[in-house]
């Protein structure tokens, strides 16, 4: 049985909504809850998505309140990746490791870290290419990086080298790679236009180059791209980048930043509710936002 509101809308007999949410800041224009609430609706789930605009200082009473008011889960992004930890009871292997969250779920009264940046990423991925035994290379060593390169580590490639302008970061990720899951990876300094080793199989740009610039240009020697490698880019707006196109051009296959987000938005969704979202609707949901 249906109500309907003042307004004439329906409502449902649950007195009660579940409730997650995004935490971080800033966080104006974030398509997640836009994404989310479509695929909540198509499930047929009386769930709301909150994006929250949460300042560090009152980060630890936001995470307060939502085991005070009982939010079933939530998104936590920039800059709360690595200080959520501290406020939480548990953390997934992968967030462990990468010493940083982006999903946050309930377990009873227990609030569980997991990251599903490179979870999402790697199942993109492999609707192209498993990189089980695949000569990998990573562009940048940021957040985006490190989560990919850890999946892509516990994935078992045949080599993963990580490519970065400051030695500190790359050399550090390199080095954890290869103490803590025991892959074959390395660190190679970006000096100049990036000139791609020969038999790569999987090239992917895991930097903000090109972020909201259709333009903006990755260093990188295009010519050096062999036909036959997968390009992929952590870039979801715009989400045909300059170096897609430049490797389209080239005959490479290419995967763009729209799939990690909508995989990332089923992990979640999965955590949340225990149900299986439809990522097509959650594909149609992003593209109608960004207008793409």
Same mark, same amino acid.
């Given at each position: 049985?249906?109500?309907?509101?003042?307004?004439?809308?329906?409502?449902?007999?649950?007195?009660?909504?579940?409730?997650?949410?995004?935490?971080?800041?800033?966080?104006? *224009?974030?398509?997640?809850?836009?994404?989310?609430?479509?695929?909540?609706?198509?499930? =047929?789930?009386?769930?709301?998505?909150?994006?929250?605009? !949460?300042?560090?200082?009152?980060?630890?009473?936001?995470?307060?309140?939502?085991?005070?008011?009982?939010?079933?889960?939530?998104?936590?992004?920039?800059?709360?990746?690595?200080?959520?930890?501290?406020?939480?009871?548990?953390?997934?292997?992968?967030?462990?490791?990468? *010493?940083?969250?982006?999903?946050?779920?309930?377990? *009873?009264?227990?609030? !569980?870290?997991?990251?599903?940046?490179?979870?999402? $990423?790697?199942?993109?991925?492999?609707?192209?290419?498993?990189?089980?035994?695949?000569?990998?290379?990573?562009?940048?060593?940021?957040?985006?990086?490190?989560?990919?390169? !850890?999946?892509?580590?516990?994935?078992?490639?045949?080599?993963?080298?990580?490519?970065?302008? =400051?030695?500190?970061?790359?050399?550090?990720?390199?080095?954890?790679?290869?103490?803590?899951?025991?892959?074959?990876?390395? $660190?190679?300094?970006?000096?100049?236009? $990036?000139?791609?080793?020969?038999?790569?199989?999987?090239?992917?740009?895991?930097?903000?180059?090109?972020?909201?610039?259709?333009?903006?240009?990755?260093?990188?020697?295009?010519?050096?791209?062999?036909?036959?490698?997968?390009?992929?880019?952590?870039? $979801?707006?715009?989400?045909?980048?300059?170096?897609?196109?430049?490797?389209?051009?080239?005959?490479?296959?290419?995967?763009?930043?729209? *799939?990690?987000?909508?995989?990332?938005?089923?992990?979640?969704?999965?955590?949340?509710?225990?149900?299986?979202?439809?990522?097509?609707?959650?594909?149609?949901?992003?593209?109608?936002?960004?207008?793409?």
């Amino acid at each position: 049985m249906r109500r309907e509101t003042p307004d004439n809308q329906p409502m449902t007999d649950t007195p009660l909504q579940e409730i997650v949410c995004c935490m971080g800041q800033p966080v104006a *224009g974030n398509p997640t809850q836009f994404m989310m609430e479509r695929a909540f609706a198509a499930a =047929g789930l009386d769930w709301r998505y909150l994006t929250l605009e !949460v300042p560090p200082d009152k980060l630890a009473d936001a995470v307060r309140g939502i085991r005070a008011m009982g939010f079933r889960g939530g998104n936590f992004t920039i800059p709360h990746k690595v200080a959520v930890i501290e406020h939480l009871d548990s953390l997934s292997e992968a967030a462990s490791i990468m *010493g940083a969250v982006n999903c946050v779920c309930r377990d *009873g009264d227990r609030l !569980v870290g997991e990251n599903t940046d490179g979870k999402g $990423f790697l199942q993109s991925l492999r609707t192209l290419i498993d990189p089980a035994d695949q000569r990998i290379v990573i562009l940048g060593a940021g957040g985006a990086a490190r989560a990919i390169a !850890v999946e892509l580590a516990m994935a078992r490639p045949a080599d993963l080298t990580i490519v970065n302008r =400051g030695a500190a970061r790359g050399e550090e990720l390199a080095r954890l790679l290869v103490d803590r899951l025991q892959a074959p990876a390395r $660190f190679v300094s970006w000096q100049g236009d $990036f000139e791609v080793p020969e038999g790569t199989q999987i090239l992917i740009n895991a930097t903000s180059i090109g972020l909201g610039d259709a333009q903006a240009r990755v260093p990188l020697n295009v010519k050096s791209l062999a036909p036959d490698t997968v390009v992929a880019d952590v870039i $979801f707006n715009p989400p045909q980048t300059r170096l897609l196109k430049d490797a389209e051009q080239r005959g490479c296959r290419t995967l763009d930043g729209l *799939g990690m987000l909508v995989n990332q938005g089923v992990i979640g969704f999965r955590l949340w509710t225990g149900i299986d979202p439809d990522p097509q609707v959650m594909r149609d949901a992003l593209e109608e936002y960004l207008e793409v």
